[in-house]
Structure formats: C-alpha cells, structure tokens
C-alpha cells in the first residue's frame, strides 16, 4: 500500500482525496460541536448529544417535543408539576432512546424555584444548548367582563413571566459560550385576537414580542430566537381551560381533524435542525380546516 501510494503520485492524491470525503461524511457525530448531521441532510444542525431543557413535559406539545428531541439524541431536562407524571416519561424516555434525562418538579411561575434549579444544576447538565419555552395554559373561555380575576393572573404568570423567569435564567449562560437556540411556543392567539380570549390572547401576543425582542437584543450573541405558532392542537389544553370539562373541551376538535403535539414537535425539531446561518424567526401551523383562530371549516 505505501509503496503503491508512493509510486504513484496522482493515486496517492486521490487515496486522499477519499480519506478526506470519508472523514467528512462518517465524522463528527459523537462530538457536542455543530457540526452537520449525515443523517438529515449534509448541512443540517445534528442534535446528538445537545442539552435540550423543556418546560411542561407532562402531557401534550412539551411531551412530544421531549420524545422528538430524544430520538435525534439529545439529552434533555424536562420540567413541569406533577413529578410523577414526568418521572414515568423520563423513564420510558430513557429505555427508549437511551439518552441522559434530568427530571426536575418545577412551577414556571415560582421564580426563586426557577432561579434556584437553574443556577444549580449539576455541572453535566449547565451547558443547555436549546431551550423549549412551552409550558403554558388557557383558563376560561368567557366575555372579558364574565372572566374570573384569578384565570388572568394563572396565564400571565405562566404563559408570560414563566417564559421570562426561565429564559432570563438561562440565556447568560449561552452568551457565555456563544450558542444558544430559543424557541417559544406561542400560538395564532398571539397574531389574531378572538373573542372570550382576551387575557389568553395577551399572554401570546406578549410572547410574540418578547421573541421579536429578545432576537434583537442578542444578535450579536450567536443566539437564534423562533417561535412556534400553532393552531388548534388536541392535547389536554382544552381540558384546562373549561375546568375539566371534557365533554366541552372535546367540542373544541368537532367535525374537523386537529392538529397532534408530534405535528408542532415536527415542527420544533425542523426549527432547531437548519444550518448555522438560517433562523426560523416564526411558523405558524394550522388544522387544514382552520384559515385563522376564528374561522374553521367544521364537516
Ligand atoms: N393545544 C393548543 O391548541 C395550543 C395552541 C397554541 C398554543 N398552545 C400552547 O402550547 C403550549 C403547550 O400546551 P399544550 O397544548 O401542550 O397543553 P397541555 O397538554 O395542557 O400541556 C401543558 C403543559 O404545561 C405544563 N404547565 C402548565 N402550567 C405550568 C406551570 N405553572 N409550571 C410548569 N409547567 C406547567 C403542564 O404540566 P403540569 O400540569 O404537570 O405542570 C403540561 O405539561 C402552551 O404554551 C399553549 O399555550 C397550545
């Protein structure tokens, strides 16, 4: 072989020639780098071994977000109330995909607890490389003068100050190194106004100005900052906003075909997964049967 290599100087350039395209299209997976992923398409972002922190985990777009980020590699830290519930998924994740999970109890609207679980997360897990701002809720669907005082201020802690609390918490620390992705899961209640959602709709047309702010701000910092936007999607959103009421939550999706927590995780993991010189500054998704937050075609 290196006789043959050294006899035969325009071989020996395309042996390396070889070796060179090899290294370029078998390497670098297994490295924490951005580097392309082979998998999805030479240029894209790979997600193998990323820190991928998602809020409200427990059910629904944050649930099928966990389960999307884990089948391309990432290990995750994922959040949310009911411990039990996530400590189940954590595991089933786990045994799945074989990938690190830190499951932690966490209410987005208690800033000390968030502040605290942030700054103190053991040093494995501190570098986040994405996080998945999702946690969030409706309560109420009533005339603004009919709505209860208590649905508002539930929405604006979680939906907007749980958004800020955790994001202030952890984007230092992607300035500090100089990467970092956040995507907010906002909806078409943050473009279109409707009616009996007006504290709902404030809440999300917030997160869409904190995305378009917190871009701006960190432009300089190598930091992409999306939004996705979706429309109806049957999770468990709808039994939280009529107290429980499963018979007027299943309403919500009648005589037309919902969009599923997959179809918006779908959505995050193309968001998170293109080269390093494209931003997804917003998607917005719909139900094929729904042309804005107000008008649906119901068979
Ligand atoms: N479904 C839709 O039609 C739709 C449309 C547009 C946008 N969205 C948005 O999508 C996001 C996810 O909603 P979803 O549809 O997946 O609803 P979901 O099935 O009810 O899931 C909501 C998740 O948020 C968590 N959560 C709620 N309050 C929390 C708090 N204070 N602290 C931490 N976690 C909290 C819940 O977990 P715990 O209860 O265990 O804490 C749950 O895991 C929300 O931001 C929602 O506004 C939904």
């Known amino acids: 072989m290196k006789c043959w290599l050294l006899k035969n100087p325009t071989q020996n350039k395309k042996f390396w020639m070889l070796c060179l395209i090899l290294v370029y299209y078998l390497g670098f997976e297994d490295a924490k780098v951005n580097f392309v992923s082979k998998k999805r398409g030479k240029f894209m972002l790979t997600l193998k071994n990323k820190i991928v922190f998602i809020t409200g985990t427990t059910s629904g777009i944050g649930k099928s977000c966990a389960y999307a980020f884990a089948k391309e590699g990432a290990n995750l830290i994922i959040n949310a109330r009911r411990i039990g519930l996530l400590n189940e998924i954590a595991n089933d994740i786990r045994n799945k995909f074989n990938v690190k999970v830190f499951a932690y109890e966490l209410d987005v609207r208690n800033k000390k607890a968030v502040l605290d679980s942030i700054d103190n997360l053991p040093e494995e897990w501190n570098s986040i490389d994405i996080l998945i701002n999702n ?19 539930e929405m604006i802690d979680t939906n907007v100050k749980g958004l800020l609390y955790v994001t202030h918490a952890i984007l230092p620390g992607m300035i500090r190194r100089n990467f970092g992705h956040i995507i907010n899961i906002g909806s078409i209640a943050g473009h279109d106004a409707y009616p009996k959602g007006a504290v709902y709709c404030a809440t999300k047309h917030a997160v869409d100005a904190i995305t378009k702010s917190v871009r701006m701000d960190t432009i300089d910092k190598n930091i992409l900052v999306s939004t996705i936007d979706p429309g109806l999607v049957e999770t468990n959103f709808s039994n939280i906003r009529f107290y429980g009421d499963k018979e007027k939550a299943k309403n919500v999706y009648k005589g037309l075909t919902p969009l599923t927590g997959d179809d918006i995780a779908d959505a995050v993991i193309y968001c998170a997964t293109r080269p390093p010189h494209v931003n997804i500054a917003e998607i917005t998704l719909l139900a094929a049967r729904q042309a804005s937050a107000t008008v649906v075609h119901r068979e």
């Open 135 to 153: 946690a969030g809720l409706a309560k109420g669907l009533n005339k603004f003068y009919e709505d209860n005082p208590d649905d508002w201020n």
